[in-house]
């Protein structure tokens, strides 16, 4: 179980190095850190990678809950507002830088 947790860091720092290096000055724009979801979990999230097919700017991130297994979701996505209990809300909120 240790040598997989040690390969997972190890992944999460390559990712982040590399949405680092791959992103456009708009994706830097979008702040790494710890999110919390209109819904009430938080999030961590590493970094803006890009699809190898579309080009489409990809949020990777990490719930700071469970498993913390690596999600992506489209930035667009990511960075809109949702209407929740009739309020409009952003979908995920900036806490804190880490």
């Given at each position: 179980?240790?040598?997989v947790?040690?390969?997972?860091?190890?992944?999460?720092?390559?990712?982040?190095?590399?949405?680092?290096?791959?992103?456009?000055?708009?994706?830097?724009?979008m702040?790494?850190?710890?999110?919390r979801?209109?819904?009430?979990?938080?999030?961590?999230?590493i970094?803006?990678?890009?699809?190898?097919?579309?080009?489409?700017?990809?949020?990777?991130?990490?719930?700071?809950?469970?498993?913390?297994?690596?999600?992506?979701?489209?930035?667009?996505?990511?960075?809109?507002?949702?209407?929740?209990?009739?309020?409009?809300?952003?979908?995920?909120?900036?806490?804190?830088?880490q």
């Amino acid at each position: 179980m240790a040598t997989v947790a040690r390969q997972h860091a190890r992944v999460l720092r390559k990712l982040s190095a590399r949405a680092q290096s791959y992103t456009t000055p708009e994706s830097r724009l979008m702040q790494t850190g710890r999110y919390r979801h209109y819904k009430g979990n938080e999030y961590l999230v590493i970094g803006v990678a890009r699809h190898s097919e579309t080009d489409e700017e990809l949020v990777v991130y990490q719930p700071c809950y469970g498993n913390r297994g690596l999600w992506v979701r489209p930035k667009e996505m990511f960075l809109e507002t949702v209407t929740s209990n009739g309020v409009t809300v952003p979908r995920f909120a900036f806490l804190s830088p880490q």
